[in-house]
């Protein structure tokens, strides 16, 4: 089964098989890259609303959080609508439906074997998020 693929090191970049998938604003990039980085936590729509939205009111953060997160469900609905997993106030990415270059680096260099950091080095194409826009937003630098 083809899975979607987030490559984070050295740019943002995403993939459903050979196909490149783009969104048509920066904070479903900027979005999308946050719940990719910890593929297995469960965040709060508040949480997520406030940190990318936090200089709006409460009910124009958690509208233009809606807005994001339904730009990201459309995306991905026709290639796999497991992708994108809300269950109520908790948002998520399907971690059996998505392969992270960030996440399987820190799963291969936590190991000892050298096989493992070796491809865990591979991995590290450059620095994480380095395009600059979506790093400041995303860390609000």
């Known amino acids: 089964m083809t899975r979607l693929t987030l490559s984070l090191f050295g740019g ?3 993939r459903f098989g050979e196909r490149d998938l783009t969104f048509p604003t920066r904070k479903a990039h900027a979005l999308l890259a946050y719940l990719a ?3 297995e936590e469960k965040h709060t729509r508040n949480k997520l609303a406030a940190m990318f939205w ?3 009111g409460k009910e124009q953060a958690r509208q233009s959080l809606r807005q994001s997160l339904s730009t990201l469900r459309s995306a991905f609905a026709r290639f796999d609508p497991r992708i994108l997993v809300i269950e109520g106030d908790r948002v998520t990415l399907g ?3 998505i392969d992270v270059d960030v996440a399987e680096f820190e ?7 050298l096989r493992d950091l070796e491809q865990a080095a591979a991995l590290y194409v450059g620095d994480l998020l380095v395009e600059r826009r979506l790093f400041d ?4 630098l």
Do not use: E, K, N, T
């Not at 937003?137 to 609000?140: A, D, I, N, Q, T």
């Open 54 to 56: 936090g200089g709006a």
């Open 95 to 97: 971690r059996s439906s």
């Open 12 to 14: 943002f970049q995403v």
């Open 107 to 113: 799963r291969l260099a936590a190991r000892s074997a």
């Open 37 to 39: 980085v910890r593929p």
């Open 137 to 140: 937003h995303l860390f609000g």
